[in-house]
């Protein structure tokens, strides 16, 4: 089937170390996105990738990093330095960067600090 | 820039009656406008979106929503409530034409469906 994976779907991570959740899709989409979701508050854009080996910063990205050494891969990494990362992940993905274009959404990936 | 306002976080109707979930957005050209649904512990799905052409778009699952520049505004509806519609809701907006790829969130509606 097609679609956009992330994994892992629920995640525990220790204060003071990195986690990385893994976003795949087998769409053939040039751009990939993730978003964080906290209750309340709707969905805020961390980082973007129009194209393989490209990323630009989205509205809260301090404390987190991406990589895009692949078309269809797109990690990311909460590292120690995100004040408050508990929270819910969402990955997408869209056909091109072109802003009639539909996005499409992961299962999401929820992080908890302990 | 744009910015979207959803009036109401939670809104609770009955099984079989309207459903109307407000939504006004704010951008400085025209916008592309997008609704999502997610169900609990889920990701988002497309329910409709408007880039251009009718202002009234039909989506999946009985919905329909109406671009209305003047009022800046673009409302869901759908005539019948189901109690499988119980879930929320995100009205989103993109900036047409040009590089500007972000999709910029409203904080969500909670649809609750009563018997």
């Known amino acids: 089937d097609g679609g956009i994976t992330q994994s892992p779907k629920y995640l525990f991570r220790k204060e003071g170390q990195n986690v990385t959740l893994s976003c795949e899709q087998n769409?053939?989409?040039?751009?990939m996105y993730w978003y964080r979701q906290d209750p309340g508050q709707g969905l805020r854009l961390i980082y973007y990738s129009q194209i393989v080996n490209d990323f630009q910063k989205g509205d809260i990205a301090e404390g987190y990093s991406v990589s895009r050494e692949k078309k269809e891969s797109f990690p990311l990494t909460v590292t120690s330095a995100q004040k408050n990362p508990t929270a819910f992940y969402l990955c997408?993905?869209?056909?091109?960067?072109?802003?009639?274009?539909?996005?499409?959404f992961g299962e999401g990936s929820w992080l908890t600090v302990v | 820039a744009q910015s979207v306002t959803q009036l109401g976080s939670h809104v609770s109707v009955s099984e079989g009656a309207l459903v109307l979930l407000r939504c006004n957005y704010s951008?400085?050209?025209?916008?592309?406008l997008f609704w999502y649904v997610q169900y609990p512990n889920q990701g988002l799905q497309l329910l409709l979106k408007?880039?251009?052409?009718?202002?009234l778009v039909k989506g999946i699952n009985g919905f329909e929503a109406e671009f209305k520049k003047s009022e800046t505004s673009f409302h869901l509806t759908k005539p019948s409530a189901h109690m499988s519609d119980a879930a929320e809701y995100f009205c989103?907006?993109?900036?047409?034409?040009?590089?500007?790829?972000?999709?910029?969130f409203g904080k969500g509606t909670l649809l609750t469906v009563n018997p």
């Open positions: 951008s400085s050209v025209p916008p592309y």
């Open positions: 989103a907006v993109r900036l047409s034409g040009g590089s500007n790829y972000k999709l910029t």
């Open positions: 997408a993905s869209s056909p091109a960067a072109s802003s009639g274009n539909t996005i499409y």
């Open positions: 408007y880039t251009t052409g009718a202002t």
């Open positions: 769409l053939n989409h040039d751009a």
